[in-house]
């Protein structure tokens, strides 16, 4: 019979650069088991011996882009769903650019694309494809935010608009905040002029949903 493979996850945290016990993203390691067995499940016992074990540790930015990737499809499924849980998407919209979210989605980007990021001399080819899949996966994550963003004003009533005036005010932000780390210099010119976002933050009319007309798939 064709084994069956099945992983058996844990995330193991590496002394950080800064001496504390549990450090940021970029100090992060995550130990993947993978687990073989003689038959399939199910079978007609209950326990079965395992043939073979694999370890795979890894890097903090695959852990990272495993993330981001996650967040993705949490988004995704719920959109994509026909019918969509509004409380859950405003959780994931609310944890992806909440201001009160102190870590996360910006932390990495800032983390593995901002001034601390490595170096690129220090850089060696496997290294570079594991960026370029996290930069990918964090474009994805700010289109399938605004999406998500698009549904709620759909579904929400009119006790609700304040929530998403400051939602979709965060996200202009936090576009703002990232463009220079994970789009090209066109791309982040088109983000600010379509944002409008220093040139008309204090107008009376909020420009945010002028704002949220870009569409990043494009840029990916």
Do not use: W
């Amino acid at each position: 019979p064709r084994p069956l493979e099945a992983e058996v996850k844990a995330v193991v945290s590496t002394q950080s650069t800064g001496g504390t016990a549990h450090g940021g993203v970029a100090d992060q390691f995550k130990r993947r088991t993978v687990l073989r067995t003689e038959c399939t499940f199910p079978y007609v016992k209950s326990r079965l011996n395992v043939v073979s074990i694999e370890e795979t540790v890894m890097v903090p930015i695959e852990v990272a882009t495993e993330d981001m990737r996650m967040k993705n499809e949490q988004f995704e499924t719920i959109l994509a769903s026909g019918k969509t849980d509004l409380k859950m998407l405003q959780m994931l919209i609310q944890g992806a650019i909440g201001t009160t979210v102190n870590q996360g989605p910006l932390e990495i980007i800032l983390q593995f694309f901002g001034e601390t990021a490595k170096s690129f001399d220090v850089m060696d080819e496997q290294y570079l494809c594991h960026r370029n899949r996290l930069r990918y996966q964090c474009k994805l994550f700010l289109a399938n935010i605004k999406k998500g963003l698009d549904e709620n004003r759909n579904m929400i009533g009119a006790f609700q608009e304040d929530y998403q005036r400051e939602m979709e005010y965060n996200l202009a932000k936090f576009r703002e905040t990232v463009a220079c780390h994970i789009f090209n210099l066109d791309a982040q010119k088109q983000i600010k002029d379509n944002d409008l976002f220093y040139k008309n933050l204090t107008d009376g009319d909020h420009p945010v949903g002028l704002a949220l007309s870009y569409d990043y798939t494009d840029a990916i």
